[in-house]
Nanobody, 119 residues
Framework: QVPLVESGGGLVQAGGSLRLSCAASGSIFSTNVMGWYRQAPGKQRELVAHITTGGNTNYADSVKGRFTISRDNTKNTIYLQMNSLKPEDTAVYFC?????????????WGQGTQVIVSS
């Protein structure tokens, strides 16, 4: 069973919106901090946003005010609503789960979904 499954990527014009989804197994969803990373060509993977089981959120400065992370506990799913997209948001977006007390590299990762923002 794949622990994390992303969907919702695609091609959008600058200024547009996309919503990414990540479905997780119940055991992961209820015991991990959930987050979205992204990796652009030639760049390091960076944390975009994360959300705790209690609903507390944190964002990278580059996406504050434009992206919103949320979770639906009834569906074991997190979302990333991306508005006012810019060409520099183009990247592969990964859903990730971090066990409490551990770090992201020791958690679970999705396969990634491509987001392309055209200018």
């Amino acid at each position: 069973q794949v622990p994390l499954v992303e969907s919702g990527g695609g091609l959008v014009q600058a200024g547009g919106s996309l919503r990414l989804s990540c479905a997780a197994s119940g055991s992961i969803f209820s015991t991990n901090v959930m987050g979205w990373y992204r990796q652009a060509p030639g760049k390091q993977r960076e944390l975009v946003a994360h959300i705790t089981t209690g609903g507390n959120t944190n964002y990278a400065d580059s996406v504050k005010g434009r992206f919103t992370i949320s979770r639906d506990n009834t569906k074991n799913t997190i979302y990333l609503q991306m508005n006012s997209l810019k060409p520099e948001d183009t990247a592969v977006y990964f859903c990730a789960a971090r066990p409490y007390g551990s770090n992201w590299s020791r958690g679970s990762w999705g396969q990634g979904t491509q987001v392309i923002v055209s200018s």
